[in-house]
């Protein structure tokens, strides 16, 4: 979105505040979109919230003179706040396979089902899941996670270890992402018991699990949830990247946005075997792949070994040569030219003139 707001105004809509009254806050962020958070009165019941923040949007729209404008969809859950709107576009950008995910609301499926006879676009998060997408929709398109190289390169530089990183012993084994039913404790487990001389640096929030159900060894650290700015500086003082992911529902369509940041930030990488990590990645040899914790564990120990050796050097110049084909900015324009087709078969079938429908 920050890049489709170098073109449109983009007007991002986050999940709901609940306190004292209703009222839609509204501030600009540096990339030029336009935040609009709801206020919901607290103690309503989800449907009666979701009615107010309809009553929101649309008065958002008139207030802005909203007449041509796309609607951007990433759950199907919130497709109720739309239902006053009469977008030119509509597009479901379907990150995950949200139904496999624990406590998924049973009226998801539903509401999906909905949102797909709307929609005149599907794009999906990663190839496995374009696959069953495209089961659903004329109109789907895979669009695996981007990167930007130079943020995440920064890592690659000498800097000060974050205090709460600094005292901890080296090998150390990081990841970053939420801690949450995708999170294979079990694994991470085995490998922190089979390997007391390793740590592992565990960055971000817990959700959907309790604490007693993560890995409770002692050399298992948990940092908390990092800013995406900092992120660089943590990565700089780990010895290798893990993707311990459960094989489960809720990854079964996982693309980990971490793969590439992983490997544009210099670091070696083991991952459990998801589908979009295997390809292209595994496939290309860019990273180890391994389920059991035995052979994760012995993945972890050979990248261990060959840091700095030219093989490693090798490896990390052909992942270098990878992610340079890679960029939000290609991503943003391969989308930008989907919705221009799908604005050309409406106005096929309508006789409307839409080109440049999705300017707000």
Same mark, same amino acid.
């Given at each position: 979105m920050t890049r489709a707001a170098k073109q449109f105004r983009v007007f991002y809509v986050e999940e709901?505040?609940?306190?004292?009254?209703?009222?839609?806050e509204r501030y600009t962020d540096p990339s030029g979109v336009e935040v609009?958070?709801?206020?919901?009165?607290?103690?309503?019941?989800?449907?009666?919230?979701?009615?107010r923040t309809a009553a929101?949007?649309?008065?958002?729209?008139?207030?802005?003179?909203?007449?041509?404008?796309?609607?951007?969809?990433?759950?199907?859950?919130?497709?109720?706040?739309?239902?006053?709107?009469d977008p030119a576009l509509t597009i479901y950008d379907c990150m995950d396979e949200l139904a496999g995910f624990r406590?998924?609301?049973?009226?998801?499926?539903?509401?999906?089902?909905?949102?797909?006879?709307?929609?005149?676009?599907?794009?999906?998060?990663?190839h496995r899941l374009w696959e069953a997408k495209r089961l659903q929709h004329p109109h789907a398109y895979p669009f695996p996670?981007?990167?930007?190289?130079?943020?995440?390169?920064?890592?690659?530089?000498?800097?000060?270890?974050?205090?709460?990183?600094?005292?901890?012993?080296?090998?150390r084994l990081g990841f970053y992402g939420v801690l949450d039913e995708r999170f294979g404790s079990p694994l991470v487990?085995?490998?922190?018991?089979?390997?007391?001389?390793?740590?592992?640096?565990?960055?971000?929030p817990v959700v959907k699990v309790s604490r007693e159900e993560l890995p409770q060894e002692s050399n298992v650290y948990y940092l908390g949830q990092k800013s995406y700015a900092e992120l660089p500086v943590y990565l700089s003082h780990w010895d290798a990247a893990i993707m311990p992911f +459960? *094989?489960?529902?809720?990854?079964?369509?996982?693309?980990?946005?971490? %793969?590439? !940041?992983? $490997?544009?930030?210099?670091?070696?990488?083991?991952?459990?075997?998801?589908?979009?990590?295997?390809?292209?990645?595994?496939?290309?040899d860019l990273l180890r792949v391994a389920d059991e914790a035995s052979a994760f564990g012995q993945a972890v120990q050979e990248l261990l070994d060959e840091a700095g050796s030219p093989a490693a050097l090798e490896?990390?110049?052909?992942?270098?040569?990878?992610?340079?084909?890679?960029?939000?900015?290609?991503?943003?324009?391969?989308?930008? +030219? *989907?919705?221009?087709?799908?604005?050309?078969?409406?106005?096929?079938? %309508?006789? !409307?003139? $839409?080109?440049?429908?999705?300017?707000d």
């Open positions: 709901p505040v609940f306190g004292d009254a209703d009222f839609l609009c958070i709801p206020h919901i009165t607290q103690g309503l019941g989800a449907a009666e919230s979701q009615v929101m949007l649309e008065a958002l729209v008139r207030q802005e003179g909203l007449k041509r404008y796309a609607l951007w969809v990433y759950t199907p859950m919130e497709l109720p706040v739309t239902a006053g709107l406590h998924a609301p049973p009226e998801l499926r539903q509401r999906e089902q909905r949102l797909f006879r709307q929609a005149d676009l599907v794009f999906t998060g990663g996670s981007s990167v930007e190289v130079e943020h995440f390169a920064q890592a690659r530089m000498a800097q000060d270890d974050p205090h709460d990183q600094a005292e901890i012993p080296h090998p487990s085995e490998v922190a018991r089979s390997h007391p001389e390793w740590s592992i640096v565990l960055l971000g +459960a *094989r489960n529902e809720a990854t079964e369509f996982i693309s980990p946005t971490k %793969t590439p !940041e992983f $490997l544009a930030a210099g670091v070696p990488v083991v991952s459990t075997a998801i589908r979009d990590v295997v390809r292209p990645y595994g496939d290309l490896r990390q110049a052909r992942a270098d040569a990878f992610l340079s084909g890679l960029s939000w900015d290609r991503t943003w324009a391969d989308m930008r +030219a *989907r919705m221009h087709e799908a604005l050309r078969r409406r106005q096929d079938a %309508t006789g !409307e003139i $839409l080109e440049g429908a999705a300017d």
